[in-house]
């Protein structure tokens, strides 16, 4: 069966041929375009790459059950981004935002693990992210 797509006043239509009469399907069109978030724009620039082996290097996740160094960036950066008063901003932030996070592999985090996290953590990782970044800017 041949299917062929017939262009009829700026709307398409899809025929199939058949021995019966012509059906005709129009197909949807979306009024909307989906569009990516500031928060998502920006976690598309870092290098994971770069930032998993800087988090290899300093052994970041070891000892760390709760909050991986993934997620625990991500959530320092939606802090900066909407200018965040305490960590409940912040993981109101996240939990709004849960499904999209998932996709990325960052999981929501908790008020008080990710306090946990600032306070134990090592910043070594994220500082040797800045030249990746610095590096992508020229």
Same mark, same amino acid.
């Given at each position: 069966?041949?299917?062929?797509?017939?262009?009829?006043?700026? @709307?398409?239509?899809?025929?199939?041929?058949?021995?019966?009469?012509?059906?005709?399907?129009?197909?949807?069109?979306?009024?909307?375009?989906?569009?990516?978030?500031?928060?998502?724009?920006?976690?598309?620039?870092?290098?994971?790459?770069?930032?998993?082996r800087?988090?290899?290097?300093?052994?970041?996740?070891?000892?760390?059950?709760g909050?991986?160094?993934?997620?625990?960036?991500?959530?320092?950066?939606?802090?900066?981004?909407?200018?965040?008063?305490?960590?409940?901003?912040?993981?109101? @932030?996240?939990?709004?935002?849960?499904?999209?996070?998932?996709? &990325? &592999?960052?999981?929501?985090? &908790? &008020?008080?693990?990710?306090?946990?996290?600032?306070?134990?953590?090592?910043?070594?990782?994220f500082?040797?992210?800045?030249?990746?970044?610095?590096?992508?800017?020229?």
């Amino acid at each position: 069966i041949l299917l062929s797509i017939i262009m009829a006043s700026s @709307t398409e239509f899809l025929t199939v041929p058949t021995f019966s009469p012509t059906i005709w399907f129009q197909t949807e069109i979306n009024a909307m375009p989906a569009q990516a978030t500031v928060f998502s724009s920006l976690l598309q620039h870092v290098p994971w790459g770069e930032f998993a082996r800087c988090v290899a290097r300093h052994r970041m996740d070891a000892g760390h059950r709760g909050l991986d160094a993934r997620s625990h960036l991500a959530a320092l950066i939606a802090g900066q981004l909407i200018e965040a008063n305490g960590l409940r901003d912040i993981e109101a @932030t996240l939990a709004a935002n849960a499904p999209g996070l998932r996709r &990325r &592999r960052i999981v929501p985090v &908790r &008020r008080s693990t990710l306090s946990e996290a600032n306070r134990y953590r090592s910043p070594e990782a994220f500082e040797d992210l800045i030249p990746a970044l610095l590096a992508q800017m020229r």
